[in-house]
């Protein structure tokens, strides 16, 4: 009964996985992981004797020590995966923060500018004062 079980939750999460992916609210490289678990679960609730014969040949005593084993080390690269995403989001941000911040300041720079010679000259400005001025897209990182 408890393989019966094991059975059915590895479908459900395969067949998440898959409804996910269709949806677009898992990306691929995201979902291969999923699908590997799942797939690797549907294998040992298929074949329990299996995780006997590789407990064995690891020289593990319980073959549930080494799937708890096996699963903690998949949750710690899972993990230490999604620090790595969240640091190359987190430094994407901050450059984008930069970006806008400086052409914020260009922004106010040339309305301040065209509000300026509007009270000097009392006349509105022609086109070429009211259009932005070229800016140079420079990046630097760090």
């Known amino acids: 009964m408890g393989n019966l079980a094991a059975f059915l939750v590895a479908l459900v999460i395969v067949a998440l996985v898959f409804e996910m992916l269709r949806r677009k609210k898992l990306r691929e490289k995201y979902a291969a992981l999923w699908l590997l678990v799942g797939g690797a679960t549907l294998v040992l609730a298929a074949f329990p004797r299996l995780l006997n014969i590789v407990a064995e040949m690891v020289g593990v005593q319980l073959p549930s020590n ?4 096996m699963s903690i080390l998949m949750l710690l690269g899972v993990c230490l995966h999604l620090s790595w ?3 190359v989001v987190e430094d994407e941000t901050r450059a984008l923060a930069e970006e806008v911040a400086i052409l914020r300041a260009q922004m106010e720079a040339i309305a301040a500018g065209v509000a300026d ?8 400005p022609d086109d070429a004062d009211s259009r932005p001025a070229p800016t140079s897209h420079h990046h630097s990182e760090g």
Do not use: M, N, Y
């Open 117 to 124: 010679k509007k009270a000097i000259s009392g006349t509105p």
């Open 85 to 87: 995403e969240i640091s």
């Open 66 to 69: 080494l799937l708890f084993a």
